[in-house]
Each structure stands twice: as structure tokens, then as C-alpha cells.
């Protein structure tokens, strides 16, 4: 099993992932993503769109603002209730998530059920705590022409002017739900999808790019008519799974389902199952699938006063649509990618990435660097290669061995090298990055 700080060090060193503000001595919760990253990111982003949107009928895309309407979070329930318990060490003054630090409890701990753990501070190692606080994880900003003076001398306009970065992309499709009924006339059941940054003011950030401040999220709200949401929870829960192992190539044997109590579930949600996954430092939640209810279009209808009802076309039956939520954030459907690629072999670090997400199909050099021959061969055969698969690589630097270094840890799956038989014959090596072995080929063939 690859370590954790194996990874962080790979993506650092190869490109992938760097702290967010680096420079400055980097800002806790924030990561950015080098040329490599990018890279992957994007794929992983784009195979989860075409799985989930552009290979289906049934599915719907948008791409809503990132600062909404406040009344939003305050029908949705993240204004009242999205809070993690809060608990400071009286003696070191360190602020912790209780339950992130004290076994067998839930995010509702009390203060009583959390002293009755004697969890001692991780810092100072005391057991002397302060009470549970709800700690709300939005994190809020001012819009409009509001200058800090003008609070001071009137209060009430740091109120007005408040509104939050979106904890969730969820809420950007269900106030876009009426919008789309109303243009593109879908048959239930239907989906609408959306893969955008989600913020979340964590207690604890933690474990390289797993739990961030900023992060993002590919959703899908799956509107289906009451009575039948069990039936299409379970083909989402089947899907979710084609989608995990079969395009993200993760191994079966890593993802585990559990059944979240009712005590853990978000307060929106009558049944979820969070798809655990096996990372470098234990098991943790790779995404969820909730069954919402009428619980958001409910209370938009109460809080906008517009009609969220649903009008069947052939039974003419109207209603407002229940919810079925598969939730996954990029960042940890990219960890896990990375840790199951991650391989240490006695004389090399190699990246087993699948060659859809491998964010170069193949690496084209010159034998010799010194060689203008051998250089512009290869050049030409980078062009084609290029022109047909787009994400390919060029590197002449160090000699071949070092080449081949560097693409087993960034994860090309081939190395095409140009050598004097290829300005005789047309031929070219081609070194696979799993087996290490070396054939000739053609050009056209490649
Ligand atoms: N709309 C439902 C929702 O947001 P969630 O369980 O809070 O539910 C869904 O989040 C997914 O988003 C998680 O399963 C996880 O993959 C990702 N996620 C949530 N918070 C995150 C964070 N702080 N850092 C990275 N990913 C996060």
C-alpha cells in the first residue's frame, strides 16, 4: 500500500499538486494544481461528465454562479444547520472537530457524551475541554459597494450585504430545476448534473487534497416521481460502481458501501450510503448517495413562492419530485486514482494510471539529443502522434534511462523512441510502463 507521504512527494516533485499560496508559506486547505495535475484533474472531470451526462438521455448539465441568492442557504437548511461540533483545549487553546478526534461518536455529540470519551488533546495531550460549539462552515462574504466604515456606523448593513461561497454545487441545480422544466420538457425521471468549486471553512483540513477548504464537486439531482425512489436509488448505487471501477479504474476490493445512521445523515436525507474507500491513511469517504426527498424543491416552493410541482405528460399527475443525490468531490475520486496507481518497484516508482487518465498516452523522444537526424524524425513522429491523440509528450533531456524515469512517475503508458533503424526501416521502440518491455513498430501502427 502507497504511503501517504510518497504520494504528496510525487505530486510535488512531478507537477501534480502543489500547496495553494506556496510562496507565501501556503494557506491551510488549499491546494493548486501544476501542468500534470491539470491534466488528470481534468480527464477524471471529463469521463465523469461523459459517463453521467453526454452518454445518456435522461441527463442535463449547468454551470450556476458560485455566489447565490443568501435565501438560499437559508431554505436549504445551511444557515441553521450546517455546523460541525467545535471543541478548544482550555489549556493550549488548539480548536479540534470532536468528533474527528475522540472514537464511537457522532457530528451531534453533546458536550457530555464527548467528556465521557477522556479524549486527551492532541496537542498538549490534557483533558481539560471547553464546551461543544456548532461551528457553521460557510464561509460568508459582503456583495456590493459595502465599505468597512459604513458597518461601523450602521450594523444592520453587515447583514444586508452578506452572502456565502457555495458549500455545495447541489443548490445551484435545484434552484435551476424550474428553469429547465420549464425549457427542455424532460421525461421523468430525469437528472441534472454540475461539476463545480464547492467551499467549506474545514476545522481540521487534513490528509494532502482529502478534506480541503476549497474543493470541487461533480453532483447529480436525480428527480424521479414519489413512490419510486428506491427502485432508481439502486440502479444509481449499481452505476456508481460501473463508474468507479470500470472508467476510474479503482479496485473493486478498495470501495466498501456503508449504510450512514440515521444519526450521521445530512439533515436533508432519509437514506445514504457513503462509497468508502481504502486511502493511504485508512478508510474514508470517497462520496455519497442520499435520497433528498421533496426536502429542497419543498422548501424553495415555500421560500421563492413558485410553484417546483412537476405535471406528468401522459397521466397529467403533478407533483413535486423526490431526490436521489450521487455527490463526489474531484479531489478525493483524484487521491484515490493516485494511491491505487502508486507502485514502488525495486528500481523504479511507477504510476499504473488507466490510459484514459494517464495525462500523457505517450512520450516521443530522439535516442540521441545531439543527433539533428534523429531529432527531426522524431519530430515528425511527435507531430502525428500529437495531431491523432493530443495528449502526448516530447522530452530530450537526460539520457533514456532518466527519460523513462520520469514517465513511469508522471504515468505514460508508452515510450516511442527514435533511433538510427527508424531513418532506415521506419520503425520505432515502443517501452510499455507496466511491463518495461520493448517492441518494434511501425509508425502507422502506433
Ligand atoms: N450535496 C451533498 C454534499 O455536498 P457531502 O457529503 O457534504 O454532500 C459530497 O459532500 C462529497 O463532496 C463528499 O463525498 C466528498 O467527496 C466531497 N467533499 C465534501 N467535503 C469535502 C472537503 N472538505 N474536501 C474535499 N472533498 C469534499
Not at 455527490?327 to 523504479?348: C, F, N, P, T
Request: some cysteine; hydrophobic content about 35%.
Amino acid at each position: 500500500m502507497a504511503k501517504m507521504e510518497d504520494i504528496v512527494s510525487l505530486c510535488k516533485r512531478r507537477g501534480f499538486i502543489f500547496p495553494g499560496s506556496d510562496v507565501y508559506g501556503g494557506m491551510a486547505g488549499t491546494w493548486d494544481f501544476g501542468p500534470l495535475g491539470v491534466l488528470l484533474k481534468r480527464k477524471i472531470m471529463d469521463e465523469w461528465w461523459n459517463y453521467w451526462v453526454d452518454q445518456r438521455d435522461d441527463m442535463y448539465g449547468v454551470d450556476a454562479a458560485i455566489i447565490m441568492n443568501p435565501r438560499t442557504w437559508v431554505a436549504s437548511g445551511h444557515v441553521g444547520t450546517f455546523a460541525d461540533p467545535l471543541v478548544e483545549c482550555k489549556d493550549c487553546k488548539n480548536r479540534f472537530r470532536a468528533d474527528k478526534i475522540a472514537d464511537g461518536i457522532s457530528e451531534s455529540v453533546t458536550t457530555e457524551e464527548f467528556l465521557a470519551t477522556h479524549t486527551k488533546c492532541p496537542i498538549c495531550g490534557k483533558e481539560n475541554w471547553g464546551p461543544i460549539r456548532k461551528f457553521n462552515m460557510m464561509f460568508s462574504t459582503h456583495v456590493g459597494a459595502v465599505l468597512p466604515e459604513d458597518v461601523n456606523e450602521n450594523p444592520e448593513l453587515a447583514e444586508k450585504g452578506i452572502a456565502y461561497l457555495r458549500p455545495e454545487t447541489a443548490q445551484g441545480i435545484f434552484t435551476n430545476y424550474k428553469n429547465i422544466v420549464d425549457t427542455i420538457y424532460p421525461d421523468m425521471p430525469f437528472g441534472i448534473a454540475q461539476q463545480g468549486k464547492a467551499f467549506r471553512n474545514e476545522i481540521s483540513p487534513r490528509d494532502f487534497i482529502l478534506r480541503d477548504r476549497e474543493c470541487s464537486q461533480m453532483e447529480i439531482e436525480y428527480f424521479v416521481a414519489p413512490g419510486t425512489w428506491e427502485e432508481n436509488f439502486e440502479k444509481l448505487r449499481k452505476e456508481q460502481h460501473e463508474f468507479l471501477e470500470g472508467v476510474m479504474g479503482l479496485p473493486v476490493e478498495k470501495i466498501h458501501e456503508l449504510e450512514v445512521p440515521e444519526e450521521d445523515r445530512a439533515h436533508y436525507s432519509k437514506r445514504t450510503i457513503d462509497f468508502m474507500f481504502d486511502y493511504p491513511n485508512g478508510e474514508e469517504e470517497l462520496m455519497g448517495l442520499a435520497y433528498r426527498t421533496d426536502f429542497d424543491l419543498a422548501n424553495i416552493q415555500r421560500e421563492s413562492g413558485k410553484k417546483m410541482e412537476y405535471r406528468d405528460k401522459n397521466t397529467n399527475e403533478t407533483y413535486i419530485p423526490h431526490v436521489i443525490e450521487p455527490s463526489i468531490g474531484v479531489e478525493r475520486l483524484m487521491l484515490a486514482v493516485l494511491a491505487s496507481a502508486y507502485s514502488e518497484e525495486e528500481d523504479r516508482i511507477v504510476l499504473k494510471l488507466p490510459e484514459n487518465l494517464a495525462p500523457y498516452r505517450f512520450c516521443v523522444s530522439p535516442l540521441l539529443k545531439n543527433k539533428p537526424e534523429l531529432v527531426a524524425k522524431a519530430r515528425e513522429v511527435y507531430e502525428i502522434l500529437k495531431k491523432k491523440y493530443t495528449f502526448v509528450t516530447w522530452d530530450d533531456s537526460g539520457n533514456i534511462g532518466k527519460r523513462y524515469k520520469k514517465q513511469d512517475e508522471i504515468g505514460t503508458p508508452k515510450c516511442v523512441v527514435i533511433d538510427f533503424d527508424t531513418l532506415e526501416d521506419g520503425t520505432v521502440t515502443v517501452r510499455d510502463r507496466d511491463t518495461t518491455e520493448q517492441v518494434r513498430v511501425r509508425v502507422e501502427e502506433l
